[in-house]
């Protein structure tokens, strides 16, 4: 399981970084503009800092736009991985991006099992099931995620299921119970999972025994 950042604060992406636990970053134009840098010297930027994939995302509408977009966004690091809309013509320059340019995909806006069906026939490396946007109409996120990881596993698709938008812990240990093959978090909830007030009372009485048997 990949536990990735979503964001596109450098500082923030540091902090997740030096955990050890980071495998990647998801981006998208609205986090990128919050930034005020720029686009390609921030994506740059954010490809030197992690190892893992650091999806960027193609804004065009039709296939050959988004392919060209896709090169031009690959070029700039070998950890690139191009988001492109999940529909019809995001889903053509997929299938032709992963199979005839080697260029890694990561299909995004996913919110049925039929949609993440057909963007896994594609080949795309990463399939972006997209969590809190769902939740927010009320259908129930648990059941796309099951149902994904089952039609996975029923053809043997090879991408990568992503859950993405996850805003509670709820949402991330839905996905772990699920068997996705990463999440993607902010920053808060990232460190948030690190937390327990059991935990914290329980290290707090160690510390105070501690102090009574070293002298």
Not at 11 to 29: F, K
Not at 45 to 72: L, M, N, T
């Amino acid at each position: 399981m990949k536990l990735f950042l979503d964001t596109a604060n450098v500082a923030a992406i540091r902090r997740a970084q030096d955990t050890g636990l980071l495998g990647g970053v998801t981006t998208n134009p609205v986090k990128i503009a919050e930034t005020g840098k720029d686009f390609l010297k921030l994506m740059e930027q954010i490809c030197s800092v992690v190892s893992g994939p650091v999806s960027a995302e193609a804004v065009a509408h039709r296939a050959g736009d988004i392919i060209r977009v896709a090169e031009k966004l690959s070029s700039i690091a070998p950890n690139i991985v191009v988001k492109v809309p999940m529909n019809v013509e995001g889903l053509k320059a997929a299938s032709i991006l992963e199979k005839e340019k080697d260029i890694r995909v990561n299909v995004t806006m996913v919110f049925s099992a039929d949609q993440a069906t057909l963007a896994m026939m594609t080949g795309a490396t990463f399939v972006s099931l997209v969590l809190s946007r769902l939740d927010a109409i009320g259908s129930e996120s648990e059941i796309l995620l099951e149902d994904t990881v089952a039609i996975k596993k029923n053809y043997a698709f090879s991408s990568e299921i992503l859950a993405a938008s996850l805003k509670t812990r709820n949402h991330a240990i839905n996905c772990f119970r699920a068997g996705v093959d990463a999440i993607s978090v902010p920053e808060s909830l990232f460190f948030e999972m690190f937390d327990h007030p059991l935990t914290t009372q329980a290290l707090a009485q160690f510390d105070e025994a501690w102090e009574k048997v070293v002298k």
